[in-house]
Nanobody, 125 residues
Framework: QVQLVDSGGGSVQAGGSLRLSCAASGLTLSSYCMGWFRQAPGKGREGVATIRGDGGTVYADSAKGRFTISRDNAKNTLYLQMNSLKPEDTANYYC???????????????????WGQGTQVTVSS
C-alpha cells in the first residue's frame, strides 16, 4: 500500500526558506514520477516541480530559481527546498506520485495516483 506523508510546512516572512519533506512507503522513488503541487485558497491545484525516475527535474515558472526538488532514494523521501519565499507562495503543498511510464512526468495533478495529506505554507509580507 502506497503512503505519502508530507511535513515541513510553517509560517515564514517573505524572503525566508522552508524545506518540505515527503516520506514515501510502498513504492520505490526511482520508479515513479514524483511531484510537488500546491493549492491556495479559492484556487485550483497547480504543479510546482516534478522529478523523474532518472532524476530529471521540471519546474513551474513560479518556482524556477527559487525552489529545488530532490529525493533521497535510501530514505525513500522527496524534498522541496524553497528559498526567497513570497506571499504568493502561500498554499497547502502536496507531494504526489505516479508510476514512471515513459520519459515524461506530466505536470497536471490529475495524472497522479497517490497523494500526501498536505502541509501548509504561509508567507507573510
Amino acid at each position: 500500500q502506497v503512503q505519502l506523508v508530507d511535513s515541513g510546512g510553517g509560517s515564514v516572512q517573505a524572503g525566508g526558506s522552508l524545506r518540505l519533506s515527503c516520506a514515501a512507503s510502498g513504492l520505490t522513488l526511482s520508479s515513479y514520477c514524483m511531484g510537488w503541487f500546491r493549492q491556495a485558497p479559492g484556487k485550483g491545484r497547480e504543479g510546482v516541480a516534478t522529478i523523474r525516475g532518472d532524476g530529471g527535474t521540471v519546474y513551474a515558472d513560479s518556482a524556477k530559481g527559487r525552489f529545488t526538488i530532490s529525493r533521497d532514494n535510501a530514505k525513500n523521501t522527496l524534498y522541496l527546498q524553497m528559498n526567497s519565499l513570497k506571499p504568493e507562495d502561500t498554499a497547502n503543498y502536496y507531494c504526489a506520485a505516479r508510476p514512471q511510464l515513459g520519459i515524461y512526468c506530466p505536470p497536471n495533478p490529475i495524472a497522479y495516483n497517490y497523494w500526501g495529506q498536505g502541509t501548509q505554507v504561509t508567507v507573510s509580507s
